[in-house]
């Protein structure tokens, strides 16, 4: 079974009630930081427990030494999901409504813990589903305690000491998820040093999806990341974002085109800044 997967609307209704089943509701936005939970309040897919991006997918801030989302303290994380009803061989769906950015940071945790079988983004998010003429529950899921067992594989990151060793290295192929605009320095809405990391390629991750939302088909997919790899190993491939959210699309985006699983630097930029040691690049 492929570790990336998408499902279509179509596809989740008819699943939905299945005890196999969970549904994971990651909406959210930087700017409003309940916008999520409120979202959900409001109306959600049917069975959908909700994973908050800063409660539950990411831990706490450090200020001058972690970035804006680290990674969340993995025996924490497993105990939510088992309150979630996560067993090892549930099916799981993740959804938002936005680009998918956070429902893949909890894509990418669960293949951190081990989870890599059974698990699919719903392809266009809430957006999709509103225009399939699916419609939303305000009704709380049944509470179930599974009994996930996941272990986190350290072999899928990489830290900021680390990575700075690596940049001289004419194997890494190091891309930024981040939009052109704050890559190149000319503007950076949320951090406070404006830039990228020395020997990066800019690879924004909106560029993963169609006009209609919807990822790309994979050989475009391919096509889109063997131009950034340029005959380079995909082994050693590492993505970063501002905070480790948004580059967990790119890395989604590659497990779609067949590449295999690369390394997440989780601090991304908010982290590398910390440390006025580390170098920062502008411009292309």
């Not at 998408?6 to 930087?30: H, M, N, W, Y």
């Not at 409003?32 to 990411?58: K, M, P």
């Not at 004419?170 to 040093?193: M, N, Q, S, W, Y």
Request: with cysteine; aromatic share 8%; proline share 7%.
């Amino acid at each position: 079974m492929p570790l990336a997967q998408l499902i279509t609307p179509q596809q989740l209704a008819e699943r939905l009630g299945s005890p196999k089943l969970v549904i994971l509701d990651c909406r959210f936005a930087l700017e409003d930081v309940d916008y999520g939970q409120r979202s959900y309040a409001e109306g959600h897919i049917a069975g959908a427990h909700f994973a908050d991006l800063e409660r539950d997918l990411s831990g706490p801030v450090s200020k001058g030494k972690t970035g804006r989302h680290p990674l969340p303290d993995p025996q924490r994380l497993v105990e939510r999901l088992r309150e979630w009803g996560l067993d090892n061989d549930s099916e799981v769906v993740l959804y938002d409504d936005g680009p998918g950015a956070f429902a893949a940071r909890a894509w990418w945790l669960l293949a951190w813990l081990g989870k890599r079988t059974g698990v699919a983004i719903l392809d266009g998010g809430l957006k999709a589903w509103h225009t399939a003429g699916q419609p939303l529950s305000l009704d709380a899921p049944a509470r179930y305690e599974g009994t996930f067992n996941g272990e986190p594989d350290t072999k899928l990151l990489i830290d900021a000491e680390h990575l700075a060793t690596e940049l001289a290295s004419p194997k890494l192929t190091l891309i930024d998820a981040r939009a052109l605009p704050r890559f190149r320095g000319d503007v950076e809405p949320i951090d406070p040093v404006a830039g990228h990391i020395p020997g990066a390629q800019c690879a924004a991750f909106t560029d993963n999806l169609g006009e209609d939302g919807r990822f790309l088909a994979p050989e475009q997919l391919r096509q889109r990341f063997a131009e950034k790899l340029a005959g380079r190993s995909p082994e050693h491939l590492v993505a970063y974002c501002g905070s480790g959210v948004t580059a967990c699309h790119n890395l989604f985006a590659l497990a779609l085109a067949g590449y295999p699983l690369g390394r997440l630097y989780a601090g991304s930029w908010s982290e590398w800044i910390n440390d006025p040691a580390h170098q920062v690049a502008t411009g292309d």
